[in-house]
């Protein structure tokens, strides 16, 4: 049996809806989405594999959460990424009305992305919503992100026609270069992503807060290599934490506001609820990237 460590976080979700017409608003074909986990392709292990486990789990999720008061994460987006054949589903955080931040291994062999801002309840028709679609033209994946060790794994979108500002649609903060490593503090995920290992994806948008660990706790289940100065860990004990469907959605803290600081990477692939912890790319290692990737 193949022996893997880490698990891609990306997973088929439920539909989202349009409040205006556009090519970009075309119904989605949600028979030909599934878990980007059960891709060809998706991950190749890492050379820190230590367990046996299912070579295709079906871990997942917002774990030990809550649903979010609606519309109270005006920068959340998520994001149906059209493969050849199949879509899978990612989050991500709207950094400026013209560019969306997420995770790299979320456009691994993607064709197009359609982005929903404004949404709380994705399987209904909400007039808060704004639609783009964006071919791979505006993708800015980082050119040394990794799928074998998941090294840099951050991504921008590009968006033609800017989202417009609203009570329901904003863009949030990042941390600047200089910013502390949050060691110690309490750190909200919030997203899509499955309701509890093995079911579906959540409708609604969903959250839960997690205490930032220091690296070297993590770098004890996944090594040195994929555990770096520009990742963040969080601590998942009682099987709280983030999951497939939450990929590339936003880390944030409460300073001075929202403040994001992290993107969703990886977690361990023996389930989300499994207590190991969950790995997010840290947003002040990238700064210099991401100034140059904004358009």
Not at 54 to 59: F, G, I, K, L, V
Not at 77 to 82: C, I, M, T
Not at 121 to 138: F, L, M
Not at 229 to 256: A, F, H
Request: hydrophobic content about 40%; charged content about 15%; some cysteine.
């Amino acid at each position: 049996m193949k022996l893997l460590i880490l698990a891609i976080f990306a997973i088929a979700a439920a539909s989202a809806v349009e409040n205006y017409d556009g090519p970009e608003w075309q119904p989605i074909d949600w028979s030909k989405v599934v878990p980007a986990s059960e891709l060809p392709s998706t991950w190749e292990g890492t050379a820190y594999e230590k367990f046996a486990i299912n070579p295709n789990p079906r871990t997942s999720r917002i774990v030990g959460g809550y649903e979010v008061v609606p519309h109270s994460h005006q920068y959340q987006v998520y994001l149906v990424v059209q493969l050849l054949i199949f879509a899978s589903t990612c989050g991500g955080s709207l950094i400026s009305h013209t560019v969306v931040l997420s995770a790299a291994h979320c456009f691994t062999n993607a064709r197009s992305v359609t982005i929903v801002a404004g949404a709380h309840n994705i399987q209904q028709i909400e007039p808060t919503q704004q639609r783009r679609s964006v071919d791979a033209t505006g993708f800015r994946v980082h050119p040394e992100y990794n799928r074998v060790n998941v090294l840099n794994d951050i991504a921008t979108i590009i968006v033609p026609t800017p989202f417009v500002p609203d009570a329901f649609v904003q863009v949030i903060r990042i941390a600047p270069a200089n910013a502390p490593s949050f060691v110690g503090f309490t750190a909200q995920s919030t997203g899509w992503g499955r309701v509890a290992d093995g079911q579906t994806g959540s409708d609604v948008l969903r959250g839960v807060t997690n205490t930032i660990i220091n690296n070297s706790i993590c770098a004890e289940t996944y090594g040195n290599v994929s555990i770096n100065p520009n990742v963040i860990c969080i601590d998942t004990t009682g099987g709280r934490g983030v999951c497939q469907g939450d990929s590339g959605g936003p880390l944030t803290v409460n300073e001075n506001g929202r403040l994001q600081i992290g993107v969703v990477s990886f977690g361990h692939s023996s389930g989300c609820q499994s207590g190991f912890p969950h790995v997010f790319e840290r947003i002040s290692s990238h700064r210099d990237w991401l100034d140059r990737n904004m358009s």
